[in-house]
């Protein structure tokens, strides 16, 4: 993908490299049979978006979701994935009776929007990153064997791919001192405890 993406000149990072990869490599994985990359990336943020705050970049996100929801749900079928793939995994799981077929279906379409939208944008903020960060650019090309990863998970922290995302409570717990009640739904921001001063020297600063 670089060495096409070199012949270019110029070109669109975000499109033609941190789209261009997921969505060529995960329904692969997944099993997704004649996938389409556009579908595939507008799912993703669908999902997300669906988070809130409801404003008009919610509502936007909104706007053109029954034709790909319609194509996501028919690609989610055991019919529509190879048997090679991970959801496959997840039908097999279903005959021996550990989920139920409608879970297994959930989970095809929970790991589709999941998989792509994160890694889309991790790509294109690491390309950010590193666009806007020269210094830390240059620590990268001289060492990239020993700074690929620490670069990447800087990035994963400094911006936060996944802002926040929601669970609930499974059982009464207890974090940090405060009492969880079973049921309770809970709103984790990581994008906040990613810039946490308590736990991070200079949070707002890039530093690989």
């Avoid at 004649?34 to 993703?44: E, N, Q, S, V, Y």
């Avoid at 809130?52 to 989610?76: Q, T, Y």
């Avoid at 990863?149 to 940090?176: H, M």
């Amino acid at each position: 993908l670089i060495g096409e993406v070199l012949t270019k000149g110029d070109f669109e990072a975000v499109v033609d490299i941190a789209e261009a990869f997921p969505s060529k490599v995960f329904p692969e994985a997944v099993g997704v049979k004649d996938p389409d990359p556009r579908m595939l990336i507008d799912f993703g943020a669908i999902q997300f978006n669906a988070i809130g705050p409801d404003n008009a970049h919610r509502a936007n996100g909104f706007a053109g979701m029954k034709p790909v929801m319609e194509w996501i749900l028919s690609r989610c079928s055991r019919d529509a994935l190879t048997p090679d793939g991970i959801g496959s995994v997840f039908y097999e799981a279903a005959d021996n009776g550990e989920i139920t077929q409608n879970e297994a279906t959930l989970l095809v379409r929970a790991v589709l929007a999941a998989g792509i939208d994160t890694t889309v944008t991790g790509i294109g903020n690491a390309l950010w990153c590193l666009a806007t960060h020269p210094e830390e650019y240059e620590k990268l090309k001289a060492d990239p064997e020993k700074m690929a990863l620490p670069a990447f998970e800087e990035t994963l922290r400094f911006t936060s791919p996944v802002q926040a995302f929601c669970r609930t409570a499974a059982l009464d717990t207890e974090v940090a001192g405060l009492k969880i009640e079973e049921g309770t739904k809970i709103f984790c921001c990581l994008g906040a405890a990613n810039m946490d001063p308590t736990h991070w020297d200079q949070p707002d600063r890039y530093d690989i």
